[in-house]
């Protein structure tokens, strides 16, 4: 009787260890993707912090042109006004 409880422990053991292994292999797989998608997130808050930049040095030269636009035209001394007061003089 001892030896079939045994035999019948050891057939669980197998088993019990084949599921573990099992599942030991579908975490590592999920732990792996999870690595993947965190460094591919990692690589978009990147990008999204450089175009952030990119967009506000855009808006600073947008609104640096505007402010001469309006000072030129304050002014009355733009490109168009300056050349044709040279010819009719």
């Not at 422990?9 to 590592?28: M, S």
């Not at 797989?29 to 990119?54: H, I």
């Amino acid at each position: 009787m001892k030896e079939l409880r045994l035999a019948s422990g050891l057939v669980d053991y197998r088993e019990l260890t084949g599921k573990l292994n099992a599942e030991t292999q579908v975490l590592d797989q999920l732990k792996s993707e999870l690595d993947q998608r965190a460094a591919r997130a990692g690589a978009c808050e990147a990008e999204a912090e450089r175009l952030e930049m990119l967009l506000a040095d855009l808006d600073d030269q947008l609104s640096r042109r505007g402010r001469f636009a309006r000072q030129m035209a304050a002014s009355d001394q733009g490109p168009m006004r300056r050349r044709s007061r040279t010819r009719a003089a």
